[in-house]
């Protein structure tokens, strides 16, 4: 079961001391000796690296997906009359560092993106943080609208739009290089962003939209609904054209809604260093696509080294990451994967932010609930 590892540590090897042009290489499994794998973000690229950016008002569909307008050390042997755009000489370097790092080294340009606005997020924004972290969100819905792995809403599908018509003149016009590989988390409002954003571009034979889902690479498991997934049936039917990873069950056998029991962030953190490790070393794809949700890009982003960026819903950020193999010993640390969370059995008697969700005390499991916003 894909729960079932608390850390990874990876066997790895290589047999060359450069990677192929274009590819990021991938580490072989060896018996040799026990590896683990560090992440740093490499800043000055991109806008959303820059502690002056406000990611509250942020769009990167405006600015080019935030790529600074800069010089690169390979600018004088690859565009030497300045005729290549500012996304082709970032690839030509980003495919120089890989050409020149040794065998334990390796880089990757991410393509984060956060799905558009799902019902749940409607909803939580109708009845407020508190009450929908304790009452709300481990419903179903409301009678109205249905949250469990939620849909998007209207806005949420012009945002799907938005970032299409994005990407088509990106390709076309800024020459940004069409990611290698695709991935989405395995909720219904991730996997539809995707398919609405890459769908029936003009992409290179070379680099179909052919996405995979990843269960780890789902939004933390919280007890709302909204984090429980579809069968892998009903995923299927819903989006014919995704794959599925090897092991990716029929049933959501992660979701603990039921049992009021909820993922703890250490457990969140673990669990998204494992996907991206998995990534790392069998993709050697050097740009890769990863649709999912703000918490998770979140916990990525501190995986990765980078600082901390909030995307609001069908926002996206890039990352240029360094990952170095390192030696590692034994794992020696244990921790708690799952915790009960607070609910009340009836509508909240307040739901004021910062202050918490107060239940009626006939119906409460607990008096108050101190609520943080889920923001999934």
């Given at each position: 079961m894909l729960a079932?590892?608390?850390?990874?540590?990876?066997?790895?090897?290589?047999?060359?001391?450069?990677?192929?042009?274009?590819?990021?290489g991938k580490w072989s499994q060896s018996h040799e000796h026990k590896s683990a794998i560090n992440y740093t973000t490499i800043s000055g690229f991109f806008l959303q690296d820059d502690a002056a950016t406000d990611p509250k008002t942020f769009d990167y569909t405006t600015v080019n997906y935030g790529l600074i307008n800069r010089t690169y050390p390979t600018d004088r042997e690859f565009d030497r009359y300045g005729k290549k755009t500012q996304w082709e000489r970032f690839e030509y370097y980003v495919n120089t560092l890989n050409r020149n790092a040794g065998g334990d080294t390796q880089y990757k340009v991410l393509f984060m993106a956060r799905h558009g606005e799902g019902y749940h997020n409607a909803a939580e924004s109708?009845?407020?943080?508190?009450?929908?972290?304790?009452?709300?969100?481990?419903?179903?819905?409301?009678?109205?609208?249905?949250?469990?792995?939620?849909?998007?809403?209207?806005?949420?599908?012009?945002?799907?739009?938005?970032?299409?018509?994005?990407?088509a003149n990106a390709l076309a016009v800024a020459?940004?290089?069409?990611?290698?590989?695709?991935?989405?988390?395995?909720?219904?409002?991730?996997?539809?962003?995707?398919?609405?954003?890459?769908?029936?571009?003009?992409?290179?034979?070379?680099?179909?939209?052919?996405?995979?889902?990843?269960?780890?690479?789902?939004?933390?498991?919280?007890?709302?609904?909204?984090?429980?997934?579809s069968s892998k049936t009903a995923l299927k039917a819903l989006l014919p054209a995704f794959r599925f990873e090897d092991g990716f069950?029929?049933?959501?056998?992660?979701?603990?809604?039921g049992e009021d029991e909820g993922e703890t962030a250490d457990a969140q953190r673990r669990r998204t260093k494992i996907v991206l490790?998995?990534?790392?070393?069998?993709?050697?794809?050097?740009?890769?696509?990863?649709?999912?949700?703000?918490?998770?890009?979140?916990?990525?982003?501190?995986v990765l080294g980078h600082r901390t960026f909030s995307l609001s819903t069908g926002q996206a950020i890039p990352v240029l990451v360094k990952a170095q193999r390192?030696?590692?010993?034994?794992?020696?640390?244990?921790?708690?994967?799952?915790?009960?969370?607070?609910?009340?059995?009836?509508?909240?008697?307040?739901?004021?932010?910062?202050?918490?969700?107060?239940?009626?005390?006939?119906?409460?499991?607990?008096?108050a609930v101190t609520a943080t916003a889920t923001a999934a």
């Open positions: 079932a590892s608390v850390l990874t540590l990876l066997s790895l090897s290589t047999t060359s001391l450069a990677w192929e042009w274009g590819k990021s109708y009845y407020g943080t508190p009450a929908w972290n304790c009452y709300w969100g481990p419903l179903d819905g409301n009678g109205t609208v249905i949250w469990r792995d939620a849909r998007l809403t209207d806005a949420g599908l012009a945002q799907c739009t938005k970032a299409h018509t994005f990407w020459k940004i290089p069409a990611p290698q590989t695709y991935y989405s988390s395995p909720l219904a409002r991730s996997a539809t962003t995707a398919n609405l954003t890459f769908g029936g571009l003009a992409l290179p034979k070379s680099r179909p939209f052919k996405p995979t889902v990843k269960e780890l690479l789902r939004e933390g498991i919280s007890i709302r609904t909204c984090d429980e997934r069950t029929e049933d959501d056998e992660l979701w603990r809604g490790d998995d990534i790392f070393v069998h993709d050697d794809s050097t740009w890769v696509s990863l649709t999912t949700h703000s918490g998770q890009i979140s916990v990525s982003l501190s390192i030696s590692a010993g034994s794992p020696t640390t244990t921790i708690v994967s799952f915790t009960a969370e607070p609910t009340c059995l009836a509508p909240p008697v307040t739901s004021i932010s910062g202050q918490g969700c107060v239940c009626a005390s006939a119906t409460s499991m607990l008096a």
